[in-house]
């Protein structure tokens, strides 16, 4: 079946404008993740929904951060005044459910701001 | 909060020759752990997990990995790898109080070479 779906799966932006970044989630999962990887690193989390509502969004740096998922299924994580820092890989997973601990990962968006 | 720490950024290795990959983690409550992998241009895939009972894991591709409590490790193994494993590997924890807030570690790039 259809995976974990990211768009756009590149996107360049200049510094101070806003973006949208889109996850599709595999169909019935409930649970869905953001993280962001930056070059080197691992992935770092950012914000965690069950259903249409963030459970956890304790990894978000700023308030310029914000993700949505109105209806339960697709998410966006929208971010406002971009930086220079925030280039990264943005990635988005999706799970059954909470408990069960498996995450599928999308393949990412890489944000570029000049 | 969690740490995970992964000594080895890069590990080259031959064909057919055993490997270990490294992780130890730092967390002032109990954790669930994992193991992921990152082939290239794909995403992040879950390799195998540490819930609950045997310490010894056995996961996908013939990888498998021991939790030690008392060295706070979960070190990964295989005794013959092939120039397919290949990829970033990544381990993560997460408290084991139902939390959702994965932390990864860096990350270990395994060179299998002919």
């Known amino acids: 079946g259809a995976g974990v779906s990211q768009t756009p799966s590149n996107k360049v932006t200049e510094k101070g404008k806003y973006v949208e970044l889109r996850c599709d989630p595999i169909?019935?999962?409930?649970?869905l993740y953001w993280y962001r990887q930056s070059l080197g690193q691992g992935p770092e989390f950012l914000i965690y929904?069950?259903?249409?509502?963030?459970?956890?969004d304790s990894g978000l740096p700023n308030d310029r951060f914000f993700a949505v998922r109105p209806e339960g299924s697709v998410s966006t994580l929208k971010i406002q005044r971009t930086e220079r820092g925030d280039s990264a890989v943005y990635l988005c997973?999706?799970?059954?459910?909470?408990?069960?601990?498996?995450?599928?990962f999308g393949p990412g968006t890489r944000l570029t701001v000049t | 909060a969690q740490s995970v720490t992964q000594l080895d950024s890069q590990v080259p290795v031959f064909e057919e020759a055993p490997v270990e990959l490294r992780c130890n983690y730092s967390s002032s409550v109990s954790v669930y752990l994992f193991w992921y992998v990152q082939y290239p241009n794909q995403g992040l895939q879950l390799l195998l997990k540490?819930?609950?009972?045997?310490?010894l894991v056995k996961g996908i591709n013939g990888f498998e990995a021991e939790f030690n409590k008392s060295q706070t490790s979960f070190h990964l193994r295989k005794p013959s790898v092939h120039i397919s494993d290949t990829a970033e590997y990544f381990c993560a924890v997460t408290p084991d109080n139902y939390g959702q807030n994965f932390v990864f570690g860096p990350g270990t790039r395994l060179s299998v070479l002919p």
């Open positions: 997973a999706s799970s059954p459910q909470a408990g069960t601990y498996e995450q599928y």
């Open positions: 169909s019935g999962h409930t649970a």
């Open positions: 929904f069950q259903g249409t509502g963030a459970a956890d």
């Open positions: 540490y819930l609950s009972g045997s310490t």
